[in-house]
């Protein structure tokens, strides 16, 4: 099955769904998502254990948790393309995303598991946005209280990662 993969309209799209959406590149999202995964892989599994603890101003995430967020918010946006493909109609909830990081135990965890578990969880993210077709896509759910398409959500997934390696580019890695 293959998916038209075209951005939708900024236009129709919440503040919070356009800013990740927009973030986006033009072109198939499945090429997007695993290049973004290589270079992901390839840019922080090299750090120094100094590296992985350091936060820019206190009350900051550190890289590893940061990581991690990316992973949780990535298994987030992956069960809502799932229920929102398939055409379920339950209003799916938001996250804390900072009730996550301090749960995550990111900072203690071996940093080589953290990127072996974004890696798996990539694979199965790219498994199920190759299983869905035109159609799936188009359907329309609620989540965090918003009307959301399918492939908006399938944008805004891609757009978190590259929003955040941004981040860690710029006030991480300088």
């Known amino acids: 099955m293959k998916i038209n993969w075209i951005k939708p309209n900024s236009a129709e799209l919440t503040p919070?769904?356009?800013?990740y959406v927009d973030l986006v590149p033009e072109g198939d999202l499945t090429v997007i998502l695993s290049d973004n995964a290589k270079?992901?892989?390839?840019?922080?599994?090299?750090?120094s254990i100094e590296?992985?603890?350091?936060?820019?101003?206190?009350?900051?995430w550190s890289i590893p948790q940061i990581l991690v967020h990316?992973?949780?918010?990535?298994?987030?946006?992956?069960?809502?393309?799932?229920?929102?493909?398939?055409?379920?109609?339950?209003?799916?909830?938001?996250?804390?995303?900072n009730d996550y990081a301090k749960a995550s135990n990111a900072d203690e965890r071996d940093f080589k598991d953290v990127?072996?578990?974004?890696?798996?969880?990539?694979?199965?993210?790219?498994s199920l946005l190759r299983s869905l077709n035109n159609n799936h896509v188009l359907n329309?759910?609620?989540?965090?209280?918003?009307p959301v398409a399918a492939i908006t959500v399938c944008y805004m997934l891609a757009g978190h990662e590259i929003h955040h390696i941004a981040v860690?580019?710029?006030?991480?890695l300088k």
């Open 16 to 19: 919070y769904q356009r800013g």
């Open 140 to 146: 329309k759910g609620i989540a965090n209280n918003n």
């Open 70 to 97: 990316m992973i949780d918010a990535e298994r987030i946006f992956s069960y809502r393309i799932l229920c929102i493909a398939r055409g379920d109609k339950t209003p799916l909830p938001g996250f804390e995303e």
């Open 115 to 126: 990127l072996e578990e974004y890696l798996s969880v990539r694979k199965s993210t790219l």
């Open 168 to 172: 860690l580019k710029e006030k991480y």
């Open 39 to 47: 270079s992901t892989f390839q840019l922080l599994s090299t750090l």
């Open 51 to 60: 590296k992985l603890k350091y936060r820019y101003a206190e009350g900051k």
